[in-house]
Nanobody
Framework: QVLLAESGGGLVQAGGSLRLSCAAS????????MAWFRQAPGKEREFVAA????????FYADSVKGRFTISRDNAKNTVYLQMNSLKPEDTAVYYC?????????????????WGQGTQVTVSS
């Protein structure tokens, strides 16, 4: 069982920044690939970014590439999403997810555990 808890969401103006955190339970965090997904009202959940278990490999959706950065601190059992140059279309509930293998995937069905989500609202 892996418990994930997101934090850091909030209301920000367009062009601003936020850093999301996702704290994970368990002593094997360093063996999991992690990802961030988001879901806007009336839309399907979509992939945002992913990172391998070691942190040595990352991947981003085209819509956030160059603006968002995913990172992890395995000593703190935490994964981060630094979001810069935020746009109103980034407004969504952001979820972190854990995949119980070292390599990441863009598919939400590949992830075994999910957090409850944190709301990010970007005003224009």
């Amino acid at each position: 069982q892996v418990l994930l808890a997101e934090s850091g969401g909030g209301l920000v103006q367009a062009g601003g920044s936020l850093r999301l955190s996702c704290a994970a339970s368990g002593r094997t965090f360093g063996t999991y690939a992690m990802a961030w997904f988001r879901q806007a009202p009336g839309k399907e959940r979509e992939f945002v970014a992913a990172i391998s278990s070691s942190g040595g490999s990352t991947f981003y959706a085209d819509s956030v590439k160059g603006r968002f950065t995913i990172s992890r601190d395995n000593a703190k059992n935490t994964v981060y999403l630094q979001m810069n140059s935020l746009k109103p279309e980034d407004t969504a509930v952001y979820y972190c997810a854990a995949r119980l293998v070292s390599s990441y995937s863009m598919g939400s069905t590949e992830y075994n555990y999910w957090g409850q989500g944190t709301q990010v609202t970007v005003s224009s």
